[in-house]
């Protein structure tokens, strides 16, 4: 192969002025975590509460359930990226569509991919929800029942903290496909990890080096990820179960 | 609500949308579904060889794949192909080779990693007796594994393979970044030419979720009828 590595090239500046690459692709990184996190507190808490409204008895909460799920789950991450930064500012009142779309960079970049982020990961954590609250035995619904708990006292002290411990593992993925999909804001034009990668690329035609720093640091930030949770897994562990290993699939 | 946008530009563009954009994306979808499913099954067979050095450098690429963000994978591919066929072709020089082909060999080797992860588990969801029976016969691996273990394996999987389908048919719409005229690529470009950015956008949002709901309802009715009674 006929290419001149140089990698070097990190610790020369980079021509926006903030100081050098290796330090530009840092501060990506840190735009990377800050969008998967808010993008993963919007989905915790709207998947959860979509996944267990799922699982009750009324026919239409369910329905209603389903149709959030299959609208979300069906359009491509980068459609709904475009729809959250060019489409929705229009169609809010003027005034709000406005505010959004003058927010100073990287902010009206940064708000509607965490919204479109957090939207399109709740659906995956509501699946991920109602298959855990669906896994307990028929059983403990009812003896909540029995025990004269209402409907919700049931899901708040017997189905859902059963079922959050259960689902612990397949969560941890999710949470690794919030970070890898959060190099799809790049597109809208948020400098992101990914994002940085390719401005340090155009910038300074290190095409290789800029993509494998890019790499190497997406593997380290996976594996610290992996080993927290599984830090977390063991203390959460229900005694007496087989524990489930992450599920295939997805992105 | 709709005062004052323009529908129109939908059916101006439609030709383009459709025969230029949509064909694009079926056809990266459909090859890189038979590619991906194809190299799938060998890292597949790699990952359970008895060959430590196998099934470390198949699991070691798999494990790679899936912890990369797919645009950061369709960007090393798009810099490192022309390299590598300048390498293999000529003096060593990047040879340009297009967009498409780039996202072929992107997704194709991508997904590769992500139906290897299902079809690893439809092997091992095949009793150990049968090959037990087929070396017993005197079949040697190969035969053993294509007559009687992935034929199995497939059908076990069929439904699961279908739906990795309809994610990568959701995925190649990536290709945006680098700069393919797929069906969103289409559609992107027809917003910024007509500045029509809301009717474009919503339509490819409409489509994209047509098509996946459809095939996602067809997967789930065949997922019913080939259920196997045990």
């Known amino acids: 192969m006929n290419y001149n590595w140089d990698w070097r090239v990190f610790l020369a500046a980079e021509p926006g002025g903030t100081g050098t690459y290796l330090k530009y692709l840092v501060v990506g990184l840190g735009w990377t975590l800050a969008t998967a996190l808010a993008a993963w507190a919007i989905a915790l808490l709207l998947g959860s509460v979509i996944g267990t409204l799922r699982t009750t008895p009324h026919k239409w909460v369910v329905r209603l359930g389903n149709a959030y799920v299959e609208l979300f789950r069906n359009v491509p991450l980068i459609v709904q990226m475009f729809l959250w930064f060019f489409v929705v500012p229009e169609l809010l009142p003027k005034a709000l569509g406005d505010w959004i779309k003058q927010m100073p960079p990287p902010w009206s970049q940064y708000l509607p991919a965490v919204m479109c982020l957090g939207l399109f990961t709740s659906v995956r954590v509501a699946e991920q929800v109602k298959a855990g609250i669906q896994s307990l035995s028929r059983g403990q619904g009812m003896a909540g029942t029995a025990l004269g708990l209402t409907l919700a006292q049931t899901y708040r002290f017997v189905l859902l903290p059963m079922a959050f411990r259960i689902v612990l593992p397949p969560l941890t993925s999710e949470f690794m496909n919030v970070i890898k999909n959060s190099s799809v804001a790049l597109t809208i034009g948020l400098l992101e990890l990914t994002g940085r990668a390719r401005a340090m690329q155009e910038f300074s035609f290190k095409v290789f080096e800029a993509f494998a720093a890019a790499t190497v640091i997406y593997l380290l930030t996976n594996l610290i990820v992996v080993f927290a949770m599984r830090a977390l897994e063991r203390k959460v562990r229900v005694p007496g179960l087989i524990s489930a290993s992450p599920s295939a699939g997805g992105h | ?230």
């Open chain 2, 1 to 230: 609500m709709f005062a004052g946008y323009d529908f129109d530009v939908i059916q101006r563009s439609w030709v383009y949308l459709f025969k230029e954009g949509m064909a694009f994306t079926l056809t990266l979808t459909f090859l890189a579904m038979v590619g991906g499913i194809f190299f799938g099954t060998l890292l597949a067979m790699m990952r359970l060889s008895k060959f430590r050095l196998l099934s470390m450098a198949a699991g070691g690429y798999v494990n790679l794949m899936r912890s990369l963000p797919l645009v950061l994978v369709i960007f090393w591919f798009f810099f490192l192909v022309p390299y590598i066929y300048g390498a293999i072709r000529g003096d060593g020089k990047p040879i340009p080779i297009g967009a498409f082909y780039s996202a072929l060999i992107t997704f194709t080797m991508f997904e590769a990693a992500y139906y290897c992860e299902i079809m690893r588990a439809g092997i091992q969801s095949i009793a150990r007796g049968q090959v037990w029976a087929g070396y017993a016969l005197g079949l040697d691996y190969w035969q053993t594994m294509g007559k009687i273990v992935l034929p199995q394996a497939f059908r076990n999987m069929l439904p699961v393979l279908l739906t990795q389908t309809i994610i990568l048919f959701q995925d190649t719409s990536l290709v945006y970044v680098i700069s393919a005229t797929d069906f969103f690529g289409a559609a992107a470009k027809v917003a910024n030419r007509d500045y029509r950015l809301v009717e474009m956008y919503t339509f490819a949002a409409l489509v994209y979720f047509v098509i996946s709901f459809g095939l996602s309802s067809l997967v789930k009715n065949l997922q019913t009828r080939i259920a196997i009674i045990r």
